[in-house]
């Protein structure tokens, strides 16, 4: 259920962020952020929930982001509104890779934790419990 949930949120996510990017300037959301740390936060969040929805392909799922932070930048060329600029690129693609990074340590969180709550060790083994060495006597 929760890599469920996680996909519908990674593509909901993608879905806001091309409508944003895409759509005439006058419906583009406005807050108090500054618009560089605006577009980086949005690909460090849509590529860390893809990550975890598709922990198995991570890797390549991060890496089309980054080129698809590219591509969504480029087809703001289609409004006349709009502007493709090769920097609001770069920060996107940047926020992405922090956002695969970032993901992939949650996963490695999860998985650990994981494992601890099964008493289990990376390799799916029991872990024994080490023997402890009797204590001496005080004297």
């Known amino acids: 259920m929760t890599t469920t949930l996680l996909r519908a949120a ?5 879905a806001a962020i091309l409508f944003v990017t895409v759509s005439p300037i ?10 560089d740390f605006d577009r980086a936060l949005a690909f460090c ?4 929930l893809f990550v975890m929805a598709y922990p198995r392909h991570s890797i390549a799922v991060g890496l089309a982001i980054v080129v ?8 703001q060329e289609l409004s006349p509104t ?3 600029r ?11 890779l922090v956002g ?10 999860h998985a650990r934790l ?22 001496a006597p005080a004297k």
Not at 26 to 35: N, Y
Not at 45 to 48: E, H, I
Not at 68 to 75: F, Q, V
Not at 100 to 109: I, K, V
Request: charged content about 25%.
């Open 10 to 14: 990674a593509w909901i996510a993608l």
């Open 26 to 35: 006058g419906l583009r959301p406005h807050d108090v952020m500054p618009v």
């Open 114 to 135: 994981r494992d601890n709550e099964r008493g289990t060790g990376s390799n799916g083994r029991m872990i024994k419990p080490t023997a402890r060495k009797p204590e």
């Open 68 to 75: 698809g932070a590219i591509a969504i930048e480029w087809l």
């Open 82 to 84: 709009r502007h493709a």
């Open 45 to 48: 969040s849509l590529t860390a």
């Open 86 to 96: 090769f920097d609001d690129a770069l920060v996107k693609a940047c926020g992405a």
């Open 100 to 109: 695969l990074f970032l993901g992939r340590l949650l996963l490695l969180a």
